[in-house]
């Protein structure tokens, strides 16, 4: 019979919507996350950032250090959610929200359900491995027992424009 009768597949999912009560806060914290990553870039690891906060309180902020620790554990988002839980002193981090400047990976995310993170936001979407939307969707997977809130898309012209220049200025071709 007529019609796609399947229910919205994100609905836990927003693309930075001009009416979200959350916007500014939203733009601020991510402008934190943009300048770890920057930061991250500057020491030449990919230049991925995030922070934590719980209601206008900053738990944490990291940048990429994979390369630096040799971790490949070592992304933003975990070094982030490792140091807010250390400062919470628990590591549930209920009502807590998540900035990051790409969109998280498997590992990432599987990281804030466990920390039980109440809202992710993100700024461009990773095609090739984002776990919030993009190629997977654990954020509202209805077979686990946890479900993030996401917004997407917040900055984006800036978080992307950090990792173009990243890579552009490592496939330089040599002459």
Not at 35 to 54: N, T
Not at 79 to 91: I, V
Request: glycine share 8%; net charge positive; proline share 6%.
């Amino acid at each position: 019979m007529g019609g796609d009768r399947r229910p919205d597949r994100h609905p836990s999912f927003v693309h930075e919507p001009p009416t979200d009560p959350h916007l500014d806060a939203d733009r601020r914290w991510m402008e934190e996350a943009i300048r770890e990553a920057a930061a991250a870039g500057a020491r030449g690891e990919v230049p991925i950032g995030a922070v934590v906060v719980l209601g206008d309180r900053l738990l944490a902020r990291a940048g990429n250090a994979s390369v630096a620790v040799h971790d490949p554990t070592a992304h933003a988002e975990v070094r982030a959610l490792r140091a807010a839980a250390h400062a919470a002193r628990n590591y549930r981090l209920l009502e807590t929200t998540l900035y990051v400047t790409l969109e998280p990976c498997v590992m990432c995310m599987g990281a804030a359900l466990h920390a039980r993170v109440a809202r992710l936001v993100y700024g461009c979407a990773d095609p090739k491995g984002g776990a919030a939307g993009s190629l997977f969707d654990l954020a509202s997977d209805q077979r686990l027992n946890h479900r993030i809130a996401v917004t997407a898309g917040v900055a984006e012209d800036g978080c992307r424009a950090l990792l173009r220049e990243f890579f552009r200025t490592r496939r330089v071709p040599s002459t």
